[in-house]
Nanobody, 120 residues
Framework: QVQLVESGGGLVQAGGSLRLSCLASGLTFSSYAMGWFRQVPGKEREFVAALTGSGGRTRYADSVKGRFTISRDNAKNTVYLQMNSLKPEDTAVYYC?????????????WGQGTQVTVSS
């Protein structure tokens, strides 16, 4: 079965950086668009970033453009989210997603999530 396992979350001060990783298994990784969503308690999950199977095209939410960078290593079945200049409003559970379609709108698969907390 498909598994997406996130890592790299944690507590960081405002202005700091974190890098999230997501290791995928059970799918032909390079055939899937990959992305990240996030969710704050009481709010809907929101799109953060995504990229195509080759990594040649990327998309970002306006709120993270210029601060976050999504990338992938198809040899390692891993997608990354480099988060710089973090703000308290970036605090959320971050979910790795995989979709057989790009741009990602309704992901086929979700990870279990990793908590990111940004203190002011």
């Amino acid at each position: 079965q498909v598994q997406l396992v996130e890592s790299g979350g944690g507590l960081v001060q405002a202005g700091g950086s974190l890098r999230l990783s997501c290791l995928a298994s059970g799918l032909t990784f390079s055939s899937y668009a990959m992305g990240w969503f996030r969710q704050v308690p009481g709010k809907e999950r929101e799109f953060v970033a995504a990229l195509t199977g080759s990594g040649g095209r990327t998309r970002y939410a306006d709120s993270v453009k210029g601060r976050f960078t999504i990338s992938r290593d198809n040899a390692k079945n891993t997608v990354y989210l480099q988060m710089n200049s973090l703000k308290p409003e970036d605090t959320a559970v971050y979910y790795c997603v995989a979709d057989n379609w790009y741009p990602i709108q309704r992901p086929d698969y979700w990870g279990q999530g990793t908590q990111v907390t940004v203190s002011s």
